[in-house]
Structure formats: C-alpha cells, structure tokens
C-alpha cells in the first residue's frame, strides 16, 4: 500500500461527519473516495443521500464499486484539469451539497503545486491542491470537511491560501485529535470545515515566529544516554549537560552512531527537561556531532540564519518555553517546533531520509 493511501479508520470518519450539523444534504462526493469510508459515514447520517466518488487507483474503485453498486464512482486522476472536464460525475456543471476528503498527503517530497483560486495563481501542497480544487464543485450553500495533515495550518507553502479560505470560506479547524490514527507514516491530523460558516476555528492562537525562514529542517537525536557505550567512533556525543551557558563544553566521550550525527550550521536545544535558554547554542558548518535524543537540531542553510535563529529563541524565550508541555520531566515535540517555524512537515522527513541513506 503506497503512503497516500491510508484510509480513514471508521471511528475518524464518524468524528469528521459528526461535525456537519445541517440536516438536509442531498449529495456528497469524495474526490479521493479509496474504499469510500467516508462517504459510507455520510451515507450513515443521512441515509437518503447521494454518494458519488473518484480516485486515481482503478483497484480502488473496482472495490468499492463491488461494494457499494449504487454510487457514482469513476477512475480519475483528480488533479488533472483535463480529465476532470471528461469525468462523468464533473459534467453538466455538477455541483454537491456535501463534499468530504481526505487527500494523499505525500509526506515525502517537498513538491510544491501551482493552483488556480479565484482567478489568483497560488503554491501549495498537494493537500491544499486537493482541497481548493473541491471547493468548484461544491454548491454555493454546500459545506466541505476533510482530514488534513496538521503542516497544512503552518507550513510557509500554504500560508497564502489558508489566509484566503479563512477569510472568504470561514475555513476552520474543527479538532487536531490527540490519538495517532495514521500509524507508521503520516503526519498528525486536523480536521476541517470549508464554507460552514456556523462553525469557529478552535485553534487561533497557533505560536508561531515572527521571521521569514526558507529551508530549515528539524532534527531528533536518535540516541539514548542507556545506551552509549565507546565504541571507537569518531565524533563527540552532545548531551545536554554539554551545553552550558550557550556553549559546548566537557566533551569527552566519541562515539559511532551516523543516524545520530548533526553537522552545522545549526541551533541546538534541549527536547527534555527543564526549559532553559543557557542551553541553547548554535553550531558551524565545520563542526559535526552525535546528538542524544534529549537534545534537538535546527538546520539552517548557512550559520548566518543560525544565529538569527538562536538570537530570536533567547530574545523571545517566553514563547518557546511556553511550547515545553508535560507535569514531570517537560518536552518539547518536532511537530510543535515545526509548527513554531512554520515549516512543513515533509522537510524533517527529508532530512531525516536524507541521513539515513
Ligand atoms: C488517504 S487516502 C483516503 C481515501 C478515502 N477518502 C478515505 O478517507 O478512506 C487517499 C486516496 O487518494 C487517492 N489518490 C491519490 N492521488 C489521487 C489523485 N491525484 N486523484 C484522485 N485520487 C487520488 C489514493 O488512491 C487514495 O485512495
């Protein structure tokens, strides 16, 4: 099963549509129906309704035709404009009442997409492609909700858009369930609304840095302190009690662990334990070193943006301590410092893809 095609498990397709509070729908589409969780949620609710699919896998929709006989389904690469002007179920100006996605998030490769909204070229990511390119075919009246990856919300890539929709669509963030429903590849999860405009966005208040950053990505030692044994390597182990007063210090073990090494120009930050600003410090493009899964790396594309980068944490260090959740031992998660820098998610799996190779 490729990346893109994790289906929606039941229980988050119910959340999705338990959102959709109007009564009357008469037709939803998913434009990336799978084996039609979705609209199976829908069909559920409001079992009068009209259900009708596309998806680029021919297997998918052989299934779910088998399945479920009475929808409209076609095979289609939805993101071609041409075959969409062709598709039986886009013809004749065909709008619906309800549209319902989860789309490919394709958490590897940073592609960027162009869309078309409102006359406006914009980038995006495929998710946001996705997204925009539903909303023509949805009834001026109709509401759009979807699974979508949290980068989304943040990402430097979408910005534009989401502004957009927010203010014109009243996009908004219904939930960001706690629970990892996508295990073992893909991104956390949002949901949203599009053009319901009963509902209000949950999440405003997203911390976020004030400055422009292209081409940063997140890093996560790999090792734990239990486990460091001398092993003849060659680079020095960074842990936190390394890091005093901005600086490096004590170095004294080398050690061989390639999927934990870190090579500057960079920041680095304590993930656990007490927030502290004295343990941040930054590091050269000469200097390399094995990191300890207590201590996080921000790569930056020269060590000029490292020290904007370190000098903002200090200067700002209420709002990033702020971001350390947790009663006993405090933690600071990729996924908030991600959202923090307004990067997309798929720039830290790329690097990390990047070092393991
Ligand atoms: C994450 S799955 C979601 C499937 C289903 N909507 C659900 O919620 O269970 C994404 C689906 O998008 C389909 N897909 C990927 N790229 C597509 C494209 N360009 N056009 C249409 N479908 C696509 C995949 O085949 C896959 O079935």
Not at 166 to 180: A, M, R
Not at 229 to 253: A, D, E, F
């Amino acid at each position: 099963m490729v990346r893109d095609s994790f289906y929606t498990p039941t229980v988050l397709a119910d959340k999705l549509i338990n959102f959709a509070i109007k009564k009357d729908f008469n037709s939803v589409a998913d434009f990336c129906v799978g084996d039609g969780e979705l609209l199976r949620a829908a069909k559920l609710r409001w079992p009068q309704i009209k259900c009708t699919g596309s998806d680029i896998s021919e297997d998918a929709i052989l299934k779910t035709r088998q399945e479920h006989p009475d929808w409209e389904l076609c095979q289609m690469d939805f993101l071609n404009p041409d075959l969409r002007l062709g598709a039986s179920i886009l013809n004749k100006q065909q709008r619906y009442d309800l549209i319902l996605l989860n789309p490919p998030f394709s958490c590897i490769g940073g592609t960027i997409y162009t869309v078309e909204f409102e006359k406006e070229l914009f980038q995006a990511s495929k998710a946001m492609k996705f997204l925009v390119t539903a909303l023509q075919y949805l009834e001026p009246n109709g509401a759009l909700y979807a699974i979508l990856p949290t980068s989304i919300a943040y990402s430097q890539k979408d910005k534009k858009l989401w502004g957009m929709l927010e203010k014109k669509h009243n996009l908004s963030i219904l939930e960001e369930p706690k629970t990892q429903y996508f295990k073992g590849c893909a991104p956390n999860v949002i949901l949203v609304s599009v053009n319901d405009f009963s509902q209000t966005s949950q999440f405003k208040n997203i911390t976020r840095i004030s400055l422009d950053f292209q081409q940063l990505a997140v890093f996560r030692g790999k090792i734990s302190m239990d486990q460091v044994r001398p092993n003849g390597g060659s680079k020095y182990l960074v842990h936190s009690t390394n890091v005093r007063n901005n600086k490096i210090v004590n170095l004294s073990l080398k050690i061989n662990k390639p999927l934990s090494e870190v090579s500057g120009p960079a920041i680095l930050l304590p993930r656990v334990g007490k927030p502290n600003p004295t343990k941040i410090c930054t590091i050269t493009k000469e200097e390399t070193y094995v990191i300890s899964d207590c201590i996080l790396a921000i790569k930056t594309p020269s060590i000029k943006e490292a020290r904007i980068l370190y000098r903002y944490f200090i200067d700002n260090w209420e709002l990033i301590e702020n971001m350390y959740k947790g009663t006993g031992a405090r933690y600071i998660t990729i996924d908030k410092i991600n959202q923090f820098l307004n990067l997309d998610i798929s720039d830290t799996y790329n690097y990390q893809r990047v070092k393991a190779i």
